[in-house]
């Protein structure tokens, strides 16, 4: 004898299929085997979906790192380059001397 049921996900969109095959000692699958493998069932598509929800949130880390590490190497200086624009920078924002008038 088997016993199948669906295994749904979260927007009850089916996503697997679980099986009983030859309950022991042949006797056929009852009620009560039925609403335990029920439960089975719901916990299996929770399990998977909890499963789907860390990889998409390892793979969106995974992203953030790269992105992180771009931005990093983007936004960091040489000391020397740091100079350089620094008396650029001095260079050209000195002001003329002011005469003094009278």
Not at 15 to 39: C, R, S, T, W
């Amino acid at each position: 004898s088997a016993l199948c049921l669906p295994i749904y996900n979260r927007e009850r969109k089916i996503i697997g299929v679980a099986q009983l095959l030859n309950k022991h000692g042949n006797e056929p699958f009852d009620e009560n085997d039925e609403g335990m493998f029920e439960a089975f069932a719901i916990f299996c598509g929770l399990g998977i979906h909890h499963t789907q929800m860390y990889e998409n949130v390892c793979r969106l880390m995974s992203k953030q790192k790269v992105a992180l590490e771009v931005l990093s190497y983007h936004a960091t200086a040489r000391e020397e380059d740091v100079g350089k624009l620094l008396s650029t920078i001095s260079q050209t924002t000195q002001l003329p001397e002011a005469t003094r008038i009278g």
